[in-house]
T-cell receptor
Framework: DTGVSQDPRHKITKRGQNVTFRCDPI?????LYWYRQTLGQGPEFLTY????????KSRLLSDRFSAERPKGSFSTLEIQRTEQGDSAMYLC????????????FGEGSRLTVL | KNEVEQSPQNLTAQEGEFITINCSYS?????LHWLQQHPGGGIVSLFM???GKKKHGRLIATINIQEKHSSLHITASHPRDSAVYIC??????????????????FGKGTKLSVKP
């Protein structure tokens, strides 16, 4: 297994467009997390899945944001009608319920909204 | 005041120096993570601890639950250690964070630069 992978790594879009990011967790991991990180700040929690169930959403996740994990494997994070304030690094991480709770992060997807 | 505070914000060291990065938090936790983030953005988990001390190679992490404080030490620092080091805490089941499984609270990170 190659770890957590995210796609695309970089996305430049115009304000008002929709974007979608994909995260493929480590295959046996049943927990998946999305975080957002802006320049000079630590990551901020967005949402969390256990298998296909979205168990928690941050208040940061406005109604323009939606995340899915339809089969309990990969996840998508969609941002509709992007705004310049959405420019950030979007990080995905996964972990196993049976494990130590250690998080494994992907390389992130950097979004720039012009 | 942030729930997780790190110090220093920036740190420059000469190769070979012993380095300490500190993390203080204000609420009850069940675990504390130390993470390393390189300029490309990817984050690597270094340690997860809930008590005592852990060591991996030249890295040592300690935590004092009573004092709500953790330190990350790097011995014999090397330029390849240059990165941002982030402390993150997971709340305990009855605490401020409501027992959330996902809601890690992160510090802002400490940017370390080790000069050759």
């Amino acid at each position: 297994d190659t770890g957590v992978s995210q796609d695309p790594r970089h996305k430049i879009t115009k304000r008002g467009q929709n974007v979608t990011f994909r995260c493929d967790p480590i295959s046996e991991h049943n927990r998946l997390y999305w975080y957002r990180q802006t320049l000079g700040q630590g990551p901020e929690f967005l949402t969390y899945f256990q298998n296909e169930a979205q168990l928690e959403k941050s208040r940061l996740l406005s109604d323009r944001f939606s995340a899915e994990r339809p089969k309990g494997s990969f996840s998508t994070l969609e941002i509709q009608r992007t705004e310049q304030g959405d420019s950030a690094m979007y990080l995905c991480a996964s972990s196993s319920i049976q494990g130590t709770g250690e998080l494994f992060f992907g390389e992130g997807s950097r979004l720039t909204v012009l | 005041k942030n729930e997780v505070e790190q110090s220093p914000q920036n740190l420059t060291a000469q190769e070979g120096e012993f380095i300490t990065i500190n993390c203080s938090y204000s609420v009850g936790i069940s675990a504390l993570h130390w993470l390393q983030q390189h300029p490309g953005g990817g984050i690597v988990s270094l340690f997860m601890l809930s008590s005592g001390k852990k060591k991996h190679g030249r890295l040592i992490a300690t935590i004092n639950i009573q004092e709500k404080h953790s330190s990350l030490h790097i011995t014999a620092s090397h330029p390849r250690d240059s990165a941002v080091y982030i402390c993150a805490v997971k709340g305990d089941s009855g605490g401020y964070y409501g027992g959330s499984q996902g809601n890690l609270i992160f510090g802002k990170g400490t940017k370390l630069s080790v000069k050759p």
